[in-house]
């Protein structure tokens, strides 16, 4: 495993267009539950029930998403970002972060100080509210203080439209600027790095292997086997801070050395 660790530091180094990008197993590693895992949220509430369309059907419905939204709003927001994200904040400030494409919706990247313009949020976030009337943004801690005060369903200020939290439902379109745009930093990167996903989710899946037909090196960090392992320059099945702590120390000396 240390030879491939001092193989994706030499690549990086090396790259100058490197995308990022990361999953589930990110979150976990902070310490937030897999909702999809068993035990989790999912096993005490319909998954129907979270379908976007019956949000939009009726306000019992949107009570019930509101109660599970906010379970699992506690379960993230206090927690912290883990040595795979500060690592990834610093090849940022490193200069070598073309863009960081994730499917968590924690905001733990920008706890660790990516920058808004480089990340690419595909299935949104849980930090803000949306109205989905007149998109109005809110910040989430301030309408989970009107579910602690005994609003069910929070409704818009401006126009009374449903709010609901800015994450992508099951039944949502993806956002249409970020999946384009995810597609195009993958197909012009020199380096694409997968780090905690098991690449089961279209379109995830696909965005590697739009890297590597377009030239790039891949590298996967991730505990399990996932569906580009095959086609990948290089694959470390472990932890992502770990492996991340130690290939950025790896990364610094070797910067440090050129200036
Ligand atoms: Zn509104």
Excluded at 4 to 25: N, Q
Excluded at 49 to 59: G, V
Excluded at 71 to 100: F, V, W
Aim: net charge negative.
């Amino acid at each position: 495993m240390s030879e491939s660790i001092e193989k994706i530091a030499e690549l990086i180094v090396h790259s100058r267009r490197i995308v990022v990008f990361v999953g589930a197993g990110l979150s976990t590693e902070s310490g937030i539950p897999d909702f999809r895992s068993p035990g989790g949220v999912w096993d005490k509430y319909d998954p129907q029930d979270f379908y976007f369309q019956r949000f939009l059907a009726s306000e019992s419905s949107r009570e019930k998403y509101w109660q599970m939204a906010t379970e699992m709003y506690e379960a993230m927001k206090d927690a912290k970002p883990n040595q795979a994200h500060l690592a990834i904040a610093e090849l940022e400030r490193l200069g070598k972060l073309d863009c960081l494409i994730t499917q968590n919706i924690d905001g733990l990247h920008f706890k660790a100080g990516n920058s808004p313009d480089k990340v690419l949020e595909l299935h949104g976030t849980a930090m803000h509210v949306t109205c989905l009337s007149c998109n109005k943004r809110y910040e989430r801690d301030a309408i989970q203080g009107r579910i602690a005060a005994g609003d069910k369903a929070p409704r818009c200020d401006e126009c009374k439209g449903p709010l609901k939290p800015a994450t992508i439902s099951f039944g949502q379109a993806m956002p249409a600027r970020e999946t384009q745009a995810a597609y195009d930093h993958s197909a012009a990167c020199d380096l694409f790095i997968v780090i905690g996903s098991s690449l089961v989710v279209q379109p995830a899946a696909q965005m590697p292997l739009v890297a590597k037909q377009n030239g790039a090196k891949l590298v996967i960090i991730n505990r399990d086997e996932t569906a580009c392992d095959a086609v990948a320059d290089y694959v470390v099945s472990a932890q992502a801070g770990p492996t991340m702590a130690a290939v950025i120390e790896r990364v610094r000396g070797a910067t440090s050395v050129r200036d």
